[in-house]
């Protein structure tokens, strides 16, 4: 959940992306050719993103966090299918580095589109929870002199992925 307490109107809206409606969506051949693969997250492949020019130093930092290997696709207890994508998904279990990322690439084009996204745009006193494990979210551009205080609240009790 976040509560927004300050905001500047002039930016930091908040896309979010369903990635239950995005499998969904796919037919029953593409799902086939996903289906179980494996990805390796890593803290560090979401820093190269947003630290493209990091130095050794903060690369040697983010290394330290451990990687996790998760399904691309999970199915939950309760039988619903997302894909597990995003900025920590870095390479697919067994493939070059290049076919990784074109096929994460393109999942995550595919499951940003407008008919699977939501954009929120804050104002003060707002309250969003969204299920985090379907869905990608991320606060777009403001500029870092506005208003921004955002409180985030992470209920216990998910439902964890079986590696």
Do not use: C
């Amino acid at each position: 959940m976040l509560t927004a307490r300050d905001v500047d109107p002039a930016g930091g809206d908040t896309e979010f992306a369903n990635t239950y409606a995005a499998y969904d969506a796919f037919s029953d051949q593409e799902k086939a050719e996903i289906a179980g693969l494996r990805v390796v997250h890593s803290f560090a492949a979401a820093q190269r993103i947003a630290y493209p020019d990091a130095t050794d130093m903060q690369r040697a930092e983010w290394e330290k966090v451990p990687t996790r290997v998760h399904p691309l696709v999970w199915t939950r207890r309760n039988g619903r299918k997302s894909l597990l994508i995003g900025a920590t998904a870095d390479t697919i279990v067994e493939r070059p580095r290049d076919r990784s990322r074109e096929l994460l690439d393109r999942l995550l084009t595919w499951a940003t589109q407008p008919q699977f996204s939501l954009r929120h745009q804050w104002r003060r006193g707002d309250l969003v929870h969204w299920d985090n494990t379907g869905m990608l979210h991320r606060a777009l551009p403001f500029e870092p002199t506005s208003r921004r205080l955002m409180h985030r609240t992470t209920l216990v009790g998910q439902e964890f992925v079986n590696a």
